[in-house]
T-cell receptor, first 115, second 118 residues
Framework: DAGVTQSPTHLIKTRGQQVTLRCSPK?????VSWYQQALGQGPQFIFQ???????QRGNFPDRFSGHQFPNYSSELNVNALLLGDSALYLC??????????????FGPGTRLLVL | AQKITQTQPGMFVQEKEAVTLDCTYDTSDPSYGLFWYKQPSSGEMIFLIY??????QNATEGRYSLNFQKARKSANLVISASQLGDSAMYFCAMRELSSQGGSEKLVFGKGTKLTVNP
């Protein structure tokens, strides 16, 4: 049973560039959430996708956008990169289970460095 | 708004001993869920244990148990018989339901770095 996968594992960009990160959910999961984790902090929720639509969004600017495909995989796009966008980007997948809430399972993350 | 507080930036424990990692939370919702995740240096967040607000028993998963004290709004993680491989960051998180309903996000604490000494 494949877990959540993310690509690439590491990425280096310069200010002003655009980046696309990819995520494939755990088998059987239909919901994908994205989180940003700055160094020394806990993850911060960016947004969540379900049925190819953004279902909930955290406090992130419009430079952060996403997409979910029919096979439930997802992309996170960040435009006009800033130095402060340097972080570990985590993707999590979930599937609602009665009585258990939505346990989110995380991928290994993509480490983005903006120079 | 919900809030998770982890007051221990770092903890040390001897191999084979038990350790408790603290977590307090703040919410006005009667229904909520609490999670603990382990994050090794590789970066992946590994799900450890879950406690629902209406669960009568404290959750247990192998060497992990959750000491849930609802009145005190605390959900401490207890790791028994620590192993060297337990050295990692540990995050407490709360499930927050969207006001529109139908979706949940996790709100995380700042984490505790656990070091297991041989």
């Amino acid at each position: 049973d494949a877990g959540v996968t993310q690509s690439p594992t590491h990425l280096i960009k310069t200010r002003g560039q655009q980046v696309t990160l990819r995520c494939s959910p755990k088998s059987g999961h239909d919901t994908v959430s994205w989180y940003q984790q700055a160094l020394g902090q806990g993850p911060q929720f960016i947004f969540q996708y379900y049925e190819e639509e953004e279902r909930q969004r955290g406090n992130f600017p419009d430079r952060f956008s996403g997409h979910q495909f029919p096979n439930y995989s997802s992309e996170l796009n960040v435009n006009a990169l800033l130095l402060g966008d340097s972080a570990l980007y985590l993707c999590a997948s979930s599937f609602p289970q009665a009585g258990y809430g939505e346990t989110q399972y995380f991928g290994p993350g993509t480490r983005l460095l903006v120079l | 708004a919900q809030k998770i507080t982890q007051t221990q930036p770092g903890m040390f424990v001897q191999e084979k001993e038990a350790v408790t990692l603290d977590c307090t939370y703040d919410t006005s919702d009667p229904s909520y869920g609490l999670f603990w995740y382990k994050q090794p240096s590789s970066g992946e967040m590994i799900f450890l244990i879950y406690q629902g607000s209406y669960d009568q028993q404290n959750a247990t998963e192998g060497r992990y148990s959750l000491n849930f004290q609802k009145a005190r709004k605390s959900a401490n993680l207890v790791i028994s018989a620590s192993q060297l491989g337990d050295s990692a960051m540990y995050f407490c998180a709360m499930r927050e339901l969207s006001s529109q309903g139908g979706s949940e996000k996790l709100v995380f604490g700042k984490g505790t770095k656990l070091t297991v000494n041989p």
